[in-house]
């Protein structure tokens, strides 16, 4: 296990593809198939982005109408619960949800002007990390890191007035 998985990560969550990790975990619950939960459950996957739960709520609905609210908001809850989705809360009060990436850890900026949310991962910042780590003698057991600014488009309108 490396150091950005928690101990508490259940092991369904760090081994093989995720919809399948769903279906076993849905199993381990006890709770029965339902087609519109599989749908939010693969669009959600698929798509990999960060969601508040009206967003995934909006564009699953274009795909079927019958989709409830209610249903997006315990889908993601239920990821959340089998490890498969983190809850991501950037600071400005709205709870984002968004596939883990179980084969790479990676941070977020965050573009202050529009909303923007952009990943990235820098193999140096991890080694800094560890090196701040262990020069304290410190055990990580996950971390998130987030930098606010102005994305490139945001800055070019910025320029343009």
Excluded: W
Excluded at 20 to 26: A, P
Aim: hydrophobic share 30%.
């Amino acid at each position: 296990m490396n150091r950005q998985q928690s101990k508490n990560t259940p092991p369904h969550a760090r081994d093989g593809d995720p919809l399948q990790e769903f279906y076993r975990c849905r199993l381990q619950m006890g709770l029965r198939s339902s087609c519109k939960r599989s749908l939010v459950v693969e669009y959600f996957i698929e798509k990999d982005r960060h969601y508040t739960v009206e967003e995934l709520y909006d564009e699953v609905k274009r795909v079927n109408p019958k989709v409830s609210l209610s249903t997006v908001y315990r889908t993601l809850k239920l990821l959340s619960d089998c490890g498969l989705a983190s809850e991501c809360n950037f600071g400005d009060g709205v709870i984002r949800f968004e596939p883990v990436h179980t084969s790479q850890h990676h941070d977020h900026l965050i573009c202050v002007e529009c909303g923007k949310i952009i990943e990235f991962r820098n193999d140096l910042i991890e080694k800094i990390q560890e090196d701040v780590a262990k020069k304290y003698t410190f055990s990580i057991s996950s971390h998130r890191m987030v930098l606010y600014g102005l994305c490139d488009g945001c800055q070019k309108k910025k320029r343009r007035k």
